[in-house]
């Protein structure tokens, strides 16, 4: 077991993981799976980012393509409208926030990190749909959060098969890792991909084993807010979901996540101080 960093380097500062860390995800889109995370005008762009910002959010992810299982494609042009007008707006009104571009197109993500300040780049398909994006890292020098994908999200949850989903994804993320670190790419964060290309019961194996990918010595991100695995499991809607979002996202803190991904900021903020309080965190 290889000991993770502890700080990694966003826009010249570091940013500590010694105590875990929560995204805030800000939703540029009209058709993201739970309503209450779309946002569209630039009142309610930076009203919920403001939110978010007081209730504790370290990171605001702000994505404009949506990945919900039989998603549509749309072209970058569209997706580029939708975030940097956000990343512009959040940029002007708060400074001091860390902001993150959900993308998986390596030419919006240098767009976003150069000409408009996005801090660090969310690829959800590990840099499999676009082979320019690990070189674009490269040259940006930002942390980047590599997230493991079968398929895409129009195909992704047509009956995903693996004999160990666990090792399949420690396989994957190696490969990857190697080629990142050996250009010198040294903020990488990963994200095993909860819901991309997984079964509930293979979802519910990763968190369970969420500590077997220490091995790799990176930070870990996990989001499971929401998602079908809470809400199908549970037999309620995703509106009903916050409260087993919450239980999951404690085991994920105990095993091992360092920056929960989510839709309600001020409970992870209370999950992680509870946590901390229960495992000794610094």
Known sequence: MTDKPKYINVGGKLLDLEIPKVMGILNITPDSFYKHSRFNTEEEILKAAVRMIEEGADILDVGGYSSRPGAVNI????????????IKLIRQELPEAIISI?????????????E?????????????ADKKMFSVIEKLNVPYIMMHMKGDPLTMQKNPVYEDVVAEILSWFGERIFRLQ???????????????GKTADHNFDLLRRLNDFSITGLPLMVGVSRKSMVWKTLEISADEAL????????IALV???DILRVHDVKEAVQTIKLIRKLCHFT
């Open 102 to 114: 959900d993308t998986f197109r390596a030419d919006l993500a240098k767009e976003a990190v150069v």
């Open 75 to 86: 072209s970058q042009v569209e997706e580029g409208e939708r975030v940097l007008r956000a």
């Open 243 to 250: 409260n087993g979002t919450t239980a999951l996202n404690a």
């Open 182 to 196: 050996s250009v010198g790419v040294k903020d990488i964060i990963i994200d095993p991909g909860f819901g991309f």
């Open 255 to 257: 095993n091992g996540a």
């Open 116 to 128: 408009f300040g996005a801090h660090i780049v969310n690829d959800i398909s590990g840099g499999d």
